[in-house]
């Protein structure tokens, strides 16, 4: 990705969160937030992270955005009312951004060993393939053994083993958010 590409999406992405604290109403803030994740998109993109940019803008920008505006809509949010002014929130969000930032310098100085990728030649696929790692027959081992990288089926594979039960949790949260929404809707009209 060419360098003023990725100054661009980021300036993007940090534009839209930035707008999403900013904005008092909370479907700007929505349409705030699927701005910082095409941003974010495109930096995926960028990276040759098709999938993962696709995904990012079908599934975060499409179908969570739009259960986001359907609960903000459904509990019937108003303008947030200005409040008076107190010195606790300021100094307490100063007090985080200050906590932020000496982490973000720890973590920036300390150095990496320089790593690199191992090379995705078809010998080296056909030799991960020969491992038995992921079971004979299937089909990340025979795309593997051709030398192709199959990377969708990789990714299933990944989350459904490894990061199963972090998925049904998140599946349970996600559930139970929407149905207490709904509960607090019924009861806001009773």
């Given at each position: ?163 199963n039960l972090p998925l049904q949790i998140l599946g349970v949260l996600l559930l ?15």
């Amino acid at each position: 990705m060419p360098t003023y590409l990725f100054w661009l999406f980021s300036t993007v992405m940090l534009i839209g969160a930035c707008a999403v604290i900013a904005f008092r109403n909370p479907v700007s803030s929505a349409l705030a937030m699927v701005t910082s994740f095409v941003g974010l998109a495109a930096l995926f993109i960028g990276l040759s992270a098709f999938f993962v940019g696709v995904i990012q803008i079908l599934v975060y920008s499409g179908a969570i955005m739009v259960l986001f505006l359907f609960i903000i809509m459904l509990l019937d949010l108003k303008d947030e009312q200005k409040r008076a002014d107190s010195f606790a929130p300021l100094a307490a969000g100063l007090v985080l951004v200050g906590a932020f930032f000496i982490q973000l310098v720890g973590v920036l100085s300390h150095k990496l060993p320089f790593q690199t990728a191992p090379p995705l030649d078809k010998e080296t696929l056909a030799a991960v393939a020969a491992t038995g790692e992921f079971g004979e027959g299937t089909k990340i081992t025979e795309a593997l053994s051709t030398g192709s990288l199959p990377d969708i089926h990789l990714i299933g594979h990944t989350l459904f083993t490894e990061y199963n039960l972090p998925l049904q949790i998140l599946g349970v949260l996600l559930l139970v958010s929407t149905v207490g929404v709904v509960v607090l809707s019924k009861r806001q009209t009773s």
